[in-house]
């Protein structure tokens, strides 16, 4: 896992530690990440190289990536970076890409992202966001891939409920109109996708 020890990567690395599964923890100093659950293998990696996802690559079911930070780049160049390199990969493991809430649309079916009240300090992650997204729409033939996006707004640390509603392209709201959902049930729902694939190669969302 790219980015696992981050706000919500290290929440899925605890999920799926929980659940049997085997962690690699891929971050760029394996000496700050002791809050990691025992058991979990801690390598430094960085998912816009090529020699680290090759020598993840075989060892795995699924990479995911939860990264953070950065310029616009980042993470267009990480999409560009796990698709080329797992392509013709044999047995190549699938790409679970953490992306942005912004990138989700409206109910006049533009992007959260590109409206007129979007803050101005989080547009260009979110640009950043989108074109990974955009890219493994239109260039990822050959590889299995899926994108998930937390709610745009009321995404927060908080209870693992195990229960959440999942959509494609537009928020998921409640009776009141709110798109809300914890880290820790994001995290469920990223280990409920390894385990039973719903949505490949396409994004989804999830709230309660």
């Known amino acids: 896992m ?9 929440r899925v690395v605890s999920e799926a530690v929980d659940r049997g599964h085997r962690v690699i923890a891929a971050v760029r100093r394996p000496e700050a990440t002791s809050y990691l659950p025992a058991g979990v ?11 680290s996802v090759r020598e993840l690559a075989p060892d795995a079911d699924a990479l995911v990536v939860a990264i953070g930070g950065g ?8 999409a560009e970076n796990l698709v080329t390199t797992l392509r013709g990969m ?10 942005g809430g912004s ?4 109910p006049g079916g533009t992007r959260i992202l590109d409206e007129p009240d979007f803050p101005a300090e989080y547009r260009e992650s979110a640009l950043g966001q989108a074109d990974a997204l955009d890219y493994y729409r239109t260039s990822a033939d050959g590889v299995s891939w899926t994108y998930v996006s937390p709610p745009p707004l009321e995404f927060h640390p908080g209870a693992r409920t195990g229960h959440y ?5 537009q928020p998921v709201t409640d009776a009141q109109g709110r798109s809300v959902l ?4 994001l995290a ?21």
């Open 2 to 10: 790219f980015g696992a020890g981050g706000t919500a990567g290290s």
């Open 41 to 51: 293998r801690t390598v430094t990696g960085d998912a816009t190289s090529e020699r």
């Open 71 to 78: 310029e616009r780049e980042l993470w267009r160049n990480a």
């Open 90 to 99: 044999p047995a190549a493991p699938r790409i679970i890409h953490l992306g």
């Open 103 to 106: 990138t989700l649309l409206t």
């Open 165 to 169: 509603r999942t959509g494609t392209d």
């Open 182 to 185: 914890t880290y820790e049930d």
């Open 188 to 208: 469920v729902a990223i280990i409920d996708e390894i385990e039973q694939p719903r949505h490949p190669n396409a994004r989804f969302t999830a709230a309660y």
